[in-house]
């Protein structure tokens, strides 16, 4: 089985603090997609990354940088925490761009930021 | 115009019924559709998903799918109480790239 994990479930942060999320996934897969998710907005892409190294924007980006340093692991960082990034933030991980293959998630971790 | 769209609902069904939940979607590229269940607090689980047009069957689940009409749905028979969740629906274009377009849910109650 495909696991994803998080590096908190639940983290409160204050407003101006730099906030790192970690995410590692154990199935060698290539692509890898960090999401939050609010009430009403569904889930939002913020971030992904196709290999090492690699990333691209999603729909989202301002306010949030990304690490890929190594295939099994990429890291969200808020540079400067605010109130509007508290959120539900979800990482999902993918075989690759192979016609078909779904996305697994992570079990996510709920942000505050006061 | 939004890529992917839901009724948000909250629909509600009856123990024993069929729920039946629908989605559309705008990009006519689009090949790999997928369903997802989100339980309240949890992230999402993939339930199952469908390339070719027709319906898919899975244990108590059917998916069809519709690509003229840019319609995909899912029913789902002899509803539960633990079938109670958001029902997320998921579109990919590997023409376009790695992006999923998930829609806003639909929020499924099994009333026992």
């Known amino acids: 089985d495909v696991k994803v994990t998080q590096s908190s479930r639940y983290l409160v942060k204050r407003t101006g603090e730099k906030v790192f999320l970690e995410c590692v996934q154990d199935m060698d897969h290539e692509n890898m997609f960090w999401y939050r998710q609010d009430p009403g907005l569904g889930l939002r892409l913020i971030y992904f990354?196709?290999?090492?190294?690699?990333?691209e924007k999603g729909d989202i980006p301002e306010g949030y940088s990304v690490s890929r340093e190594k295939k099994e692991r990429f890291s969200l960082i808020l540079e400067s925490a605010s109130t509007n990034q508290t959120s539900m933030y979800l990482c999902?991980?993918?075989?690759?761009?192979?016609?078909?293959?779904?996305?697994?998630f992570g079990p996510g971790t709920r942000l505050t930021v006061t | 115009q939004k890529e992917v769209e839901q009724n948000s609902g909250p629909l509600s069904v009856p123990e024993g019924a069929i729920a039946s939940l629908n989605c559309t979607y705008s990009?006519?590229?689009?090949?790999?559709f997928f369903w997802y269940r989100q339980y309240s607090g949890k992230s999402p689980e993939l339930i199952m998903f469908i390339y070719s047009n027709g319906d898919k069957e899975d244990g108590r689940f059917t998916a069809q799918l519709n690509k003229a009409s840019q319609y995909v749905s899912l029913l789902i028979r002899d509803s539960q109480p633990s079938d109670s969740a958001t029902y997320l629906c998921?579109?990919?274009?590997?023409?376009?790239?790695?992006?999923?377009?998930f829609g806003t849910g639909t929020s499924l109650t099994v009333i026992p």
């Open positions: 990354s196709y290999d090492v190294k690699m990333k």
């Open positions: 998921a579109v990919n274009n590997p023409n376009t790239g790695n992006q999923f377009y």
């Open positions: 990009d006519r590229g689009s090949q790999s």
């Open positions: 999902a991980s993918r075989l690759g761009p192979i016609w078909g293959y779904e996305q697994y």
